[in-house]
T-cell receptor, first 116, second 114 residues
Protein backbone atom coordinates (compact mmCIF):
# COMPACT_ATOMS: atom_id res chain seq x y z
CA UNK A 1 0.00 0.00 0.00
CA UNK A 2 1.14 3.52 -0.74
CA UNK A 3 2.15 5.63 2.21
CA UNK A 4 1.35 9.27 2.81
CA UNK A 5 2.19 11.31 -0.27
CA UNK A 6 2.88 15.03 -0.45
CA UNK A 7 3.35 17.47 -3.31
CA UNK A 8 5.33 19.29 -4.37
CA UNK A 9 8.63 17.97 -3.01
CA UNK A 10 10.33 21.34 -3.11
CA UNK A 11 9.03 24.86 -3.55
CA UNK A 12 10.67 28.26 -3.77
CA UNK A 13 8.59 31.39 -3.19
CA UNK A 14 9.23 35.05 -2.46
CA UNK A 15 8.01 37.08 0.48
CA UNK A 16 4.36 38.07 0.27
CA UNK A 17 3.37 35.23 -2.04
CA UNK A 18 0.86 32.49 -1.33
CA UNK A 19 1.53 28.74 -1.31
CA UNK A 20 -0.62 25.60 -1.36
CA UNK A 21 0.75 22.26 -0.19
CA UNK A 22 -1.04 18.99 -0.80
CA UNK A 23 -1.27 15.71 1.06
CA UNK A 24 -2.88 12.34 0.37
CA UNK A 25 -3.27 10.07 3.40
CA UNK A 26 -2.82 6.34 3.53
CA UNK A 27 -5.81 4.60 2.01
CA UNK A 28 -8.51 4.19 4.67
CA UNK A 29 -7.08 6.86 6.96
CA UNK A 30 -9.57 9.62 7.72
CA UNK A 31 -7.43 11.97 9.80
CA UNK A 32 -4.70 14.27 8.52
CA UNK A 33 -2.38 16.47 10.55
CA UNK A 34 0.07 19.14 9.39
CA UNK A 35 3.40 20.02 11.04
CA UNK A 36 6.09 22.60 10.41
CA UNK A 37 9.69 21.52 10.96
CA UNK A 38 12.24 24.29 10.97
CA UNK A 39 15.81 23.15 10.33
CA UNK A 40 17.36 21.66 13.44
CA UNK A 41 14.11 21.53 15.42
CA UNK A 42 11.32 19.08 16.07
CA UNK A 43 8.02 19.28 14.16
CA UNK A 44 5.47 21.79 15.45
CA UNK A 45 1.77 21.00 15.20
CA UNK A 46 -0.24 23.25 12.86
CA UNK A 47 -3.62 21.59 12.20
CA UNK A 48 -5.51 18.35 12.44
CA UNK A 49 -8.54 17.40 10.34
CA UNK A 50 -10.88 14.47 10.73
CA UNK A 51 -13.88 13.77 8.54
CA UNK A 52 -13.36 17.12 6.82
CA UNK A 53 -13.62 19.12 10.05
CA UNK A 54 -10.85 20.93 11.90
CA UNK A 55 -10.23 19.10 15.19
CA UNK A 56 -7.13 20.87 16.41
CA UNK A 57 -5.07 23.98 15.74
CA UNK A 58 -1.58 24.86 16.89
CA UNK A 59 -0.13 28.25 17.73
CA UNK A 60 0.19 29.58 14.18
CA UNK A 61 -1.10 32.87 12.73
CA UNK A 62 -4.24 33.16 10.63
CA UNK A 63 -2.09 33.25 7.50
CA UNK A 64 -2.08 29.47 7.84
CA UNK A 65 -5.24 27.64 6.83
CA UNK A 66 -6.14 24.15 5.71
CA UNK A 67 -8.98 22.00 4.52
CA UNK A 68 -9.80 18.35 3.98
CA UNK A 69 -11.66 17.02 0.98
CA UNK A 70 -14.29 14.24 0.72
CA UNK A 71 -11.56 11.78 -0.35
CA UNK A 72 -9.66 12.71 2.88
CA UNK A 73 -6.81 14.43 1.05
CA UNK A 74 -5.83 17.80 2.44
CA UNK A 75 -4.36 21.17 1.50
CA UNK A 76 -2.34 23.54 3.64
CA UNK A 77 -2.41 27.17 2.55
CA UNK A 78 -0.06 29.89 3.69
CA UNK A 79 -0.67 33.52 2.73
CA UNK A 80 1.66 36.51 2.79
CA UNK A 81 4.76 34.36 3.12
CA UNK A 82 7.55 35.47 5.45
CA UNK A 83 11.18 34.41 5.47
CA UNK A 84 10.48 32.58 8.72
CA UNK A 85 7.99 30.29 6.96
CA UNK A 86 10.90 28.49 5.32
CA UNK A 87 10.69 24.95 6.64
CA UNK A 88 9.86 21.33 5.92
CA UNK A 89 6.08 20.89 6.03
CA UNK A 90 5.03 17.43 7.07
CA UNK A 91 1.69 15.75 6.68
CA UNK A 92 0.69 12.78 8.81
CA UNK A 93 -2.32 10.50 8.64
CA UNK A 94 -4.01 8.31 11.21
CA UNK A 95 -6.67 5.67 10.85
CA UNK A 96 -8.99 7.08 13.46
CA UNK A 97 -9.39 9.95 15.87
CA UNK A 98 -10.65 10.29 19.38
CA UNK A 99 -10.26 6.66 20.35
CA UNK A 100 -8.84 5.45 23.62
CA UNK A 101 -5.22 4.69 23.01
CA UNK A 102 -3.88 7.31 20.64
CA UNK A 103 -3.42 6.08 17.14
CA UNK A 104 -0.03 6.21 15.45
CA UNK A 105 0.65 9.00 12.99
CA UNK A 106 2.31 8.04 9.71
CA UNK A 107 4.30 10.80 8.07
CA UNK A 108 4.86 11.72 4.47
CA UNK A 109 8.26 12.78 3.09
CA UNK A 110 7.40 16.47 3.44
CA UNK A 111 7.47 19.56 1.25
CA UNK A 112 10.57 21.73 1.54
CA UNK A 113 9.47 25.37 1.30
CA UNK A 114 12.07 28.09 0.80
CA UNK A 115 10.97 31.71 1.04
CA UNK A 116 13.36 34.26 -0.48
CA UNK B 1 1.21 22.46 28.67
CA UNK B 2 2.63 19.20 27.47
CA UNK B 3 6.32 19.08 26.60
CA UNK B 4 9.10 16.69 25.69
CA UNK B 5 12.77 17.13 26.54
CA UNK B 6 15.50 15.15 24.83
CA UNK B 7 19.22 15.03 25.38
CA UNK B 8 21.13 17.29 23.03
CA UNK B 9 23.21 15.91 20.23
CA UNK B 10 25.10 15.09 18.30
CA UNK B 11 25.82 11.75 19.87
CA UNK B 12 28.82 10.16 18.18
CA UNK B 13 29.42 6.45 18.61
CA UNK B 14 31.53 3.71 17.14
CA UNK B 15 29.85 0.77 15.44
CA UNK B 16 28.65 -1.91 17.91
CA UNK B 17 28.56 0.57 20.81
CA UNK B 18 25.58 0.90 23.17
CA UNK B 19 23.21 3.77 22.50
CA UNK B 20 21.01 5.60 24.99
CA UNK B 21 18.98 8.70 24.19
CA UNK B 22 17.25 10.24 27.18
CA UNK B 23 13.70 11.54 26.90
CA UNK B 24 11.53 12.99 29.65
CA UNK B 25 8.05 14.41 29.36
CA UNK B 26 5.49 16.62 31.04
CA UNK B 27 1.81 15.89 30.51
CA UNK B 28 -1.39 16.59 32.39
CA UNK B 29 -3.18 13.44 31.27
CA UNK B 30 -2.26 9.93 30.18
CA UNK B 31 -0.02 10.28 27.15
CA UNK B 32 1.06 7.73 24.63
CA UNK B 33 4.78 7.92 23.89
CA UNK B 34 6.60 7.46 20.62
CA UNK B 35 10.06 7.41 19.08
CA UNK B 36 10.38 8.51 15.47
CA UNK B 37 13.52 8.46 13.31
CA UNK B 38 14.36 10.84 10.48
CA UNK B 39 17.02 10.02 7.90
CA UNK B 40 18.59 12.86 5.91
CA UNK B 41 16.17 14.41 3.45
CA UNK B 42 13.25 12.23 4.51
CA UNK B 43 10.11 12.42 6.62
CA UNK B 44 9.63 10.81 10.00
CA UNK B 45 9.32 7.06 10.43
CA UNK B 46 7.76 5.46 13.48
CA UNK B 47 10.36 3.47 15.38
CA UNK B 48 8.36 2.28 18.40
CA UNK B 49 5.60 3.29 20.77
CA UNK B 50 4.10 2.62 24.20
CA UNK B 51 0.59 3.54 25.23
CA UNK B 52 0.58 3.01 29.00
CA UNK B 53 2.86 2.90 31.99
CA UNK B 54 5.39 0.02 32.11
CA UNK B 55 4.80 -0.85 28.46
CA UNK B 56 7.96 -1.59 26.49
CA UNK B 57 8.12 -0.69 22.82
CA UNK B 58 10.66 -2.43 20.62
CA UNK B 59 11.64 -2.53 16.97
CA UNK B 60 14.82 -3.20 14.95
CA UNK B 61 16.85 -3.75 18.11
CA UNK B 62 15.68 -0.50 19.71
CA UNK B 63 13.77 -0.52 23.00
CA UNK B 64 12.09 2.03 25.25
CA UNK B 65 10.08 1.57 28.45
CA UNK B 66 7.31 3.92 29.54
CA UNK B 67 8.25 4.97 33.10
CA UNK B 68 5.46 6.96 34.68
CA UNK B 69 7.25 7.37 38.01
CA UNK B 70 10.18 9.14 36.35
CA UNK B 71 8.17 10.52 33.39
CA UNK B 72 10.73 9.06 31.03
CA UNK B 73 10.90 7.08 27.80
CA UNK B 74 14.60 6.54 27.12
CA UNK B 75 15.62 4.91 23.84
CA UNK B 76 18.27 2.17 23.89
CA UNK B 77 20.04 -0.10 21.43
CA UNK B 78 22.64 -2.62 22.40
CA UNK B 79 24.82 -2.56 19.28
CA UNK B 80 24.49 0.28 16.78
CA UNK B 81 25.33 0.14 13.09
CA UNK B 82 26.40 2.87 10.68
CA UNK B 83 22.92 2.67 9.17
CA UNK B 84 21.46 3.87 12.51
CA UNK B 85 22.90 7.33 11.87
CA UNK B 86 19.88 9.63 11.87
CA UNK B 87 17.94 12.12 13.97
CA UNK B 88 15.72 10.58 16.65
CA UNK B 89 12.61 12.32 17.97
CA UNK B 90 10.72 11.52 21.14
CA UNK B 91 7.03 12.48 21.02
CA UNK B 92 3.88 12.28 23.07
CA UNK B 93 0.19 12.44 22.37
CA UNK B 94 -2.05 13.22 25.30
CA UNK B 95 -5.39 11.44 25.20
CA UNK B 96 -6.99 14.14 27.33
CA UNK B 97 -5.86 16.88 24.96
CA UNK B 98 -6.19 17.13 21.21
CA UNK B 99 -6.07 13.57 19.90
CA UNK B 100 -4.09 14.38 16.81
CA UNK B 101 -1.62 16.80 18.33
CA UNK B 102 1.77 15.22 18.78
CA UNK B 103 4.29 17.10 20.89
CA UNK B 104 7.85 16.46 19.69
CA UNK B 105 11.20 16.93 21.32
CA UNK B 106 13.91 18.89 19.54
CA UNK B 107 15.54 15.73 18.22
CA UNK B 108 18.88 14.05 18.89
CA UNK B 109 21.31 13.50 16.06
CA UNK B 110 23.17 10.19 16.22
CA UNK B 111 26.35 9.63 14.21
CA UNK B 112 27.77 6.10 14.07
CA UNK B 113 31.28 5.72 12.69
CA UNK B 114 32.79 2.48 11.32
Amino acid sequence: DAGVTQSPTHLIKTRGQHVTLRCSPISGHKSVSWYQQVLGQGPQFIFQYYEKEERGRGNFPDRFSARQFPNYSSELNVNALLLGDSALYLCASTLKWGSLGTDTQYFGPGTRLTVL
Amino acid sequence: GDSVTQMEGPVTLSEEAFLTINCTYTATGYPSLFWYVQYPGEGLQLLLKATKADDKGSNKGFEATYRKETTSFHLEKGSVQVSDSAVYFCALSDQTDSWGKFQFGAGTQVVVTP
